[in-house]
């Protein structure tokens, strides 16, 4: 008798904690809110410049930002199709990175959310140069290690990269358009192909000169991020984005 | 002091006449390039290694800038049609700076125009062996998927975007071969 009902406390138990782990594990928040684990956050610099320090997240609902929705079916594993990078490596996305990133995404303006990309994916580090915080290829990014780190801005890093996808992304007027106003040509090479050469000078950093749509990525890098830079090297450019993408085009709470 | 104005009144007329007639000697047509147009088949007829900048001035006048290339070239370019209030560069012509002679060029399609279009556009090649090879790397972080067409023997290239295939240059060199044969074809390296 006492071990017929020692057995029945014991599976009274199990089926207790059972529950309790279902009701753990179920997601309790409203609807446009998501569950966060409980993870440890390394430090990073928020898309508004501010360094945020490390800690241990508590676990608690978070209001979904309306970009998540777009974005977060398009943080993807494996490698990206055709990726032009030989060797590079895949890694897991942590909840933490993933977390990090749609926080990114999230203050950028719409026009660069709106831009059709086809899939994030979550590389180890590039082999084109270690500290290479992203790249890009024909409508995919991929994030390496070093987008993470406690010196980047991630918001700034994916307004880039998403700033390339845009250019390539142009119509041919737009295109014509901001290769006349920031001064690139196409010329015959020695070798007798065609090039596209830079303007000579008034670059917001020298990778600018590279080709037009690192150029392009730059100029709308600073003119989100660091506006007054931007309006002194390039005034021209700074005005034709202003032109196109008008006064909204700037960076601000979370979409 | 009337004398002086008046000698001063006839030197600068005489320097402006002779600076004009100068003008004339070098460039004798200007056209505006609001008016100008530059055809492809003109360029395309240029006999590059051959002509020399006396057929460039005599299709569309004086050039609207001259660049020196530093590799004894000059590059002479044209520009018309507007974007809005903006003038679009249309060409540009490398031209040996002691003979004259033209060593290249580079024509820029409207995306209105016929020729914007590889179909289109590779028909005015009949017998063209043109060899595909995508742009690559553009920067260190970015891998450009444009296209760059080639017949060397030719020595025409076009530059294709890779997202909406229209063209973005042609250009054209001395070409290798000056004879034709008579149908075009386009392998990819990668599939060959």
New interface residues.
Partial sequence: MAVKSCKCVLVSLFALGFCLQLLALAEPCQKGQHWVRAHYRKGYIRADGVNVSATSVVAHCQDNPPSNQNWQVKLATGLPHAWQQGGERTVEWTLEQKERVLDALSPLPQVLLNTAIEGIYRLKTSKIDVDNPAAGFNGQIAIYDPAFSTRQNLSRVMAHEIAHEMYRQFSFADRTEYLNVAGWRVKEAPSGLPVIVPRLDGYVDEECADSPTEDFAKNIEYYLFDPSKLKNVSPDISQWIHKKYGDKFKMGVAH | MQQRCLVKFFVLFGLTIFLETQAVVVFPKTINYKTRKIKFEQVQALDYGKDTNQKLIEYWGKPDQVVRSG?GEL?W?YRERL?ET?S??SA?F?IAEKSGLL????W?P??TDPL?KIVNLAAQFKGAHFIIKSE??????????NL?Y?D?DR?V???V????K?I???????PKKRESTTKPSYNHPDTE
């Fill in positions: 590799n590059e370019i974007i903006i679009v560069e540009a490398n060593n290249g060029a580079v820029i409207q995306d914007s690559g790397q553009v920067s260190r972080d970015y891998d450009s998927d760059i080639r060397e020595g290239s076009f530059l975007s890779g997202q909406s229209l973005s240059a042609i250009v054209w060199s001395i």
